[in-house]
């Protein structure tokens, strides 16, 4: 009885490849540059301004505290939605 895992002799040797590496450089993103233009800002802003101030105007009901905090607000959020 022959062992079926042992190279056998008479069968055609195959010559094994090397195999080949793909090596691509990788970079990180440039970060220095926002891809969002002004109307995006303008968007994030308001945003953020309707949210400071339904959310300031539902706690305290003082106007002109929900229109400054909305601001405040709408100018933060362009940078968190950027």
């Known amino acids: 009885m022959s062992n079926m895992f042992a ?3 008479n069968a055609p040797q195959v010559e094994q490849q090397e195999p080949t590496i793909v090596r691509r450089r990788l970079s990180a993103p440039d970060y220095s540059q926002s891809p969002a233009g002004l109307f995006d800002h303008v968007l994030a802003f308001l945003i953020g301004f309707a949210l400071g101030f339904v959310i300031l105007f539902v706690y305290y009901r003082v106007t002109i505290l929900s229109i400054i905090g ?3 607000f709408g100018v933060i959020y362009i940078f968190i939605a950027a």
Request: hydrophobic share 35%.
């Open 70 to 72: 909305g601001i405040i």
């Open 7 to 9: 190279s056998n002799d």
